[in-house]
């Protein structure tokens, strides 16, 4: 089945300055990328995601990008603010598999240093 | 527009007590549900997902049990709480034969002491 591995657990950066998350799949049938958001005690909200037939999507400080071959996928946010510090997970799934689930990276927990 | 609900908000309940956990869907029909329990600091575990009233499939082995009464409820049960149970427990949907666009609810926050 499907993997999802998410790096670094951790990450600070300083206010103003950007922040990459990386992520890499195994199966190469996955075609849908999500990001999801999570502040401290709530819900995870998708914030962004990517299908496999586009190499970047990008909405407003934030951007994806997927390389296909090498099956990594990234966050990047720029001009990074405090309200960016959260939790954020990756995900991978196939949107052609009756198997109705998607799979979920072990998050990266952002601080955003004032 | 569609909106989920979980009930309560929070709970505190001894080892060995029981358990029933309530989630609803507003505004869509026949979606995916989820149940997906996050321990303090950790990512999200998949518990139990439904694609229809009384389908109900499970990723993990455990004292947990989910059941689809109605087309947009979904539960989660326990008849006997260990510690390790405590966490945040969310629910989710999707839009029917879209599992791969899920929207939470708020969650239910567990201690089990």
């Known amino acids: 089945g499907e993997n999802v591995e998410q790096h670094p657990s951790t990450l600070s950066v300083q206010e103003g300055d950007s922040a990459v998350i990386k992520c890499t799949y195994s199966?190469?049938?996955?075609?849908?990328f999500p990001w999801y958001k999570q502040e401290l005690g709530k819900r995870p909200q998708l914030i962004i995601d990517?299908?496999?037939?586009?190499g970047e999507k990008k909405d407003q400080r934030i951007a994806v990008t997927l390389n296909k071959t090498a099956k990594h996928f990234s966050l990047h946010i720029t001009e990074t603010q405090p309200e960016d510090s959260a939790v954020y997970f990756c995900?991978?799934?196939?949107?052609?598999?009756?198997?109705?689930?998607?799979?979920f990276g072990s998050g990266t927990r952002l601080s955003i240093r004032p | 527009s569609q909106t989920i609900h979980q009930w309560p908000a929070t709970l505190v309940q001894p080892v060995g007590s029981p358990l029933s956990l309530e989630c609803t869907v507003e505004?869509?029909?026949?979606?995916?549900l989820y149940w997906y329990r996050q321990a303090a600091g950790r990512g999200l575990q998949l518990l139990f997902y439904?694609?229809?009233?009384?389908?109900i499939s499970s990723e993990v082995p455990q004292n947990l049990s989910a059941s689809r009464p109605q087309d947009r409820q979904f539960i989660l049960s326990s008849k006997k709480l260990l510690l390790s149970d405590s966490g945040f427990y969310l629910c989710?949907?999707?839009?029917?034969?879209?599992?791969?666009?899920?929207?939470f609810g708020p969650g239910t926050r567990l201690t089990v002491t």
């Open positions: 989710a949907w999707s839009p029917p034969g879209q599992g791969y666009e899920q929207y």
């Open positions: 199966d190469s049938a996955s075609n849908y």
């Open positions: 990517i299908r496999s037939n586009v």
């Open positions: 995900a991978a799934s196939n949107e052609y598999s009756s198997a109705s689930k998607i799979i």
């Open positions: 505004g869509t029909s026949n979606p995916n």
């Open positions: 439904s694609v229809g009233i009384g389908q």
